[in-house]
């Protein structure tokens, strides 16, 4: 059985130290980017890396492990070290969630420091093997030399949600057996319309959709990343736990997912869990959500910022709830679909890493 160390999903608070899937063995690491790497400004360059936990990190990738999973820019910084040390060069699986972003920022701030720039180097080894989520997005890869047999698409599913979540997986199975509960949060908030996660939402844009109307909105947020925006429509609940989580998403009405940023990955794992349990989701149209989302068929998208463009949505849903159980159900197929094509791809990209070195 071959043994895949999963190092971005450090944090999953997970009780299980290792899961089975298939041919491999999935083991939790302890390291993130964002664990390694301060900055010493807001200029995301000026970058600090605390050297002590970078030799732990070593010492676990080093430990019997056939491939590392891993985002773009603490592949890019192992990487590094791995070429210019002469260490054995592990086959990666990486997900790229920004387009490079911060692998390109750790490589102005090499060029700076070692005078040498890595990050040509490093997107052309074959030991390489990315996880893309964006079907749209092939062609910037292609174009900076990736080779194409080393792309492989996996946007967000329960197919990943299974290896690198599987709490989450075993919550959504259970929710899909069980009748509705009739205690706790997921009780209050039935039949409402909820807004649930925190990652790039854009909750201001949905404030001014409701304001002035009897629409009600319930938002599920992390206090963390969110402040509660004053609303007599908008009511916010404190982030749940996983399992209250799905539960609370089963019960509603419908989901409303309003994001910022249009070029970073975002919502994916809230759609796609409202996709299995049968909800119709409104969101932002971008590049990530046009990967799970067909306009008024398995979903409903709306224009970036604009308010009044969500408030439409929303009422339509209201107004027509047999088009949102009619959207709803074929969310639920679509996202089967989707399944598939990714365990799929999962499968052969984790064969590829996994053999790499007997090729």
Same mark, same amino acid.
């Given at each position: 059985?071959?043994?895949?160390?999963?190092?971005?999903?450090?944090?999953?608070?997970?009780?299980?130290?290792?899961?089975?899937?298939?041919?491999?063995? %999935?083991? @939790?690491?302890? %390291?993130?980017?964002?664990?390694?790497?301060?900055?010493?400004?807001?200029?995301?360059?000026?970058?600090?890396?605390?050297?002590?936990?970078?030799?732990?990190?070593?010492?676990?990738?080093?430990?019997?492990?056939?491939?590392?999973?891993?985002?773009?820019?603490?592949?890019?910084?192992?990487? %590094?070290?791995?070429?210019?040390?002469?260490?054995?060069?592990?086959?990666?699986?990486?997900?790229?969630?920004?387009?490079?972003?911060?692998?390109?920022?750790? !490589?102005?701030?090499?060029?700076?420091?070692?005078?040498?720039? %890595?990050?040509?180097?490093?997107?052309?080894?074959?030991? !390489?093997?990315?996880?893309?989520?964006?079907?749209?997005?092939?062609?910037? @890869?292609?174009?900076? +030399?990736?080779?194409?047999?080393?792309?492989?698409?996996?946007?967000?599913?329960?197919?990943?949600?299974?290896?690198?979540?599987?709490?989450?997986?075993?919550?959504?199975? *259970?929710?899909?057996?069980?009748?509705?509960?009739?205690?706790?949060? *997921?009780?209050?908030?039935?039949?409402?319309?909820?807004?649930?996660?925190?990652?790039?939402?854009?909750?201001?844009?949905?404030?001014?959709? &409701?304001? +002035?109307?009897?629409?009600? &909105?319930? =938002?599920?947020?992390?206090?963390?990343?969110?402040?509660?925006?004053?609303?007599?429509?908008?009511?916010?609940?404190?982030?749940?736990? *996983?399992?209250? @989580?799905?539960? =609370?998403?089963?019960?509603?009405?419908?989901? &409303?997912?309003?994001?910022?940023?249009?070029?970073?990955?975002?919502?994916?794992?809230?759609?796609?869990?409202?996709?299995?349990?049968?909800?119709?989701?409104?969101?932002?149209?971008?590049?990530?959500?046009?990967?799970?989302?067909?306009?008024?068929?398995?979903?409903?998208?709306?224009?970036?910022? !604009?308010?009044?463009?969500?408030?439409?949505?929303?009422? @339509?849903?209201?107004?027509?709830?047999?088009?949102?159980?009619?959207?709803?159900? !074929?969310?639920?197929?679509?996202?089967?679909?989707?399944?598939?094509?990714?365990?799929?791809?999962?499968?052969?990209?984790?064969?590829?890493?996994?053999?790499?070195?007997?090729?």
């Amino acid at each position: 059985m071959k043994k895949i160390l999963l190092l971005h999903f450090a944090k999953e608070k997970s009780p299980r130290k290792s899961i089975k899937w298939g041919n491999y063995k %999935f083991y @939790y690491g302890n %390291f993130r980017y964002d664990d390694i790497v301060s900055y010493a400004s807001d200029d995301e360059t000026d970058i600090i890396i605390d050297i002590d936990k970078l030799k732990k990190v070593f010492e676990v990738i080093y430990d019997g492990f056939d491939a590392v999973y891993c985002e773009s820019p603490e592949a890019m910084l192992l990487r %590094f070290i791995q070429v210019k040390k002469n260490y054995a060069l592990l086959p990666f699986l990486i997900a790229d969630t920004d387009s490079l972003r911060k692998a390109k920022n750790l !490589n102005k701030w090499l060029k700076r420091v070692y005078k040498e720039a %890595f990050l040509g180097e490093f997107v052309k080894l074959r030991c !390489n093997f990315w996880l893309i989520s964006i079907s749209a997005f092939f062609p910037f @890869y292609l174009k900076l +030399g990736i080779p194409k047999e080393n792309l492989f698409y996996t946007p967000s599913s329960l197919a990943i949600t299974s290896i690198f979540a599987p709490e989450t997986r075993r919550f959504i199975n *259970q929710s899909l057996r069980e009748v509705k509960t009739s205690l706790g949060i *997921q009780n209050a908030l039935y039949n409402q319309i909820v807004a649930p996660g925190s990652n790039n939402r854009d909750y201001e844009t949905l404030a001014e959709a &409701v304001k +002035g109307t009897n629409i009600k &909105v319930h =938002v599920v947020y992390d206090p963390e990343i969110n402040t509660p925006i004053p609303s007599r429509n908008l009511y916010w609940h404190s982030y749940l736990p *996983q399992k209250e @989580y799905v539960e =609370v998403i089963r019960n509603a009405r419908f989901i &409303v997912v309003p994001l910022k940023d249009m070029k970073a990955s975002a919502g994916e794992a809230t759609i796609t869990i409202s996709m299995k349990l049968a909800k119709a989701v409104i969101t932002t149209e971008n590049l990530t959500t046009k990967e799970y989302i067909v306009n008024k068929k398995t979903g409903i998208l709306v224009k970036p910022k !604009n308010s009044k463009d969500l408030q439409n949505a929303i009422l @339509y849903l209201l107004r027509h709830p047999m088009e949102a159980k009619r959207i709803g159900e !074929n969310a639920r197929l679509a996202a089967g679909e989707i399944d598939k094509e990714v365990e799929k791809n999962l499968r052969q990209a984790f064969y590829e890493a996994t053999n790499f070195s007997n090729n």
